[in-house]
């Protein structure tokens, strides 16, 4: 019986009211009772299947904040997976995301809500390319970012997130005895990373679809607009970007950034959802700015996160000796000491020569 708000019944207008609280600036009164309908669907599911879901901070917030059990970036989701007692779990973001929570937990079923949901820089390189770079490159120790496939993380010798690839890059060089490294596929992050270390890069041209699309045009026009905007950028954007930001670090450090300093206003130069979903928990922030959205993880959605559980599809899983391989460079990083606050990447105050090779 409809007796609650929006037309919902008393108990699911109670059970979903936490949840309207955090999206209701992004969720329209017409949306949201199909949406709490789903949500309370997906979360009694969750519980009939053992399940727990993973939602990346580029999620959607009704998903993020409505139907995710873990929040936060793709290492930190995996490691929390690996932590919890739950048989299944449901990756609410895209597809290599989904390879590494089963390569760290290779007894649990990975579940994907939709397999077309892949990455740009991920499809950038093959693990055949990483096998001739390291021809062309002997001796050299491989560092690649945690947005690749599980057969490229096979033949790496350490991952790293945007988080800790400075730390990652510095222990490789040291580890190896060696003054360069090869810091793939992300061409944007392995120049920025270049910036805060003596230690030489060797990168290759993949990007981000979304990173690269900001120009310093659009940071000039949101200054003009909004003078007393704090910027924040990601370090997948290019570097002139970083450059104009007055802040640059991983979506945690930004988060991070955010949380304790509780700026007026704040311009996210990242994926848009990311706002949205750290304004459910600083209300008094105001973010501006341009909405790039990521097309791949726009593929998941409250609805087939629900299919997903109800007919438990679509499984994601890596070949034994593949897993084997990628888990000794995904563990290896997470061996290594957590760095003390999430890296800053400050591109104005780099002053030592740059040494970047591209392949
Ligand atoms: S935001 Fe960029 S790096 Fe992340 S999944 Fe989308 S294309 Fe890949």
């Not at 992004?26 to 969750?46: F, G, M």
């Not at 873990?70 to 739950?86: F, M, N, Q, T």
């Not at 609805?303 to 290896?332: G, S, W, Y």
Request: proline share 6%; aromatic share 6%.
């Amino acid at each position: 019986m409809a007796d609650g708000a929006f037309g919902l019944s008393k108990e699911l207008a109670e059970e979903t009211a936490p949840v309207w609280e955090k999206v209701k600036d992004h969720v329209t009164p017409l949306e949201w009772p199909e949406q709490a309908r789903l949500i309370s669907e997906i979360n009694r599911l969750k519980r009939e299947r053992d399940a727990v879901i993973l939602a990346h901070n580029y999620m959607t917030p009704e998903i993020f904040h409505g139907v995710g059990d873990y929040v936060g970036d793709s290492l930190g989701l995996a490691k929390e997976a690996a932590r919890s007692d739950a048989n299944v779990i449901v990756q609410a973001g895209v597809h290599f995301m989904a390879e590494t929570s089963k390569i760290l937990s290779p007894d649990k079923t990975v579940l994907i809500p939709d397999l077309r949901a892949g990455c740009s820089l991920a499809s950038s390189i093959t693990a055949a390319d990483v096998r001739l770079i390291k021809e062309r490159h002997p001796g050299l120790p491989v560092v690649t970012y945690v947005n690749t496939t599980a057969d490229v993380k096979a033949e790496t010798d350490i991952c790293c997130t945007s988080a800790n690839a400075v730390q990652v890059v510095e222990w490789a060089a040291k580890e190896w005895g060696v003054d360069k490294v090869i810091l793939i596929p992300d061409e944007y992050l392995a120049r920025n990373v270049a910036a805060q270390t003596t230690v030489g890069i060797i990168a290759w041209a993949g990007h981000c679809e979304v990173h690269k699309r900001f120009t310093t045009q659009d940071i000039a026009d949101m200054r003009d607009a909004w003078p007393d905007a704090e910027v924040l950028a990601h370090p997948e954007c290019p570097e002139e970007i970083l450059r104009a930001a007055d802040f640059a670090g991983s979506t945690a450090a930004m988060t991070e950034y955010v949380e304790q300093r509780r700026p007026r206003r704040v311009v996210l130069i990242t994926e848009c959802s990311m706002a949205s979903n750290i304004k459910g928990d600083v209300p008094e922030v105001e973010f501006v700015g341009p909405c790039n959205l990521c097309p791949h993880m726009k593929r998941i959605t409250l609805e087939n996160i629900r299919d997903c559980l109800l007919h438990m599809q679509f499984e994601v899983t890596v070949p034994e000796e593949m897993l084997e391989k990628a888990r000794l460079a995904v563990q290896r990083m997470i061996d290594l000491p957590p760095p003390s606050k999430p890296a800053r990447y400050d591109l104005v105050k780099a002053r030592h020569h740059v040494d970047v090779e591209l392949i």
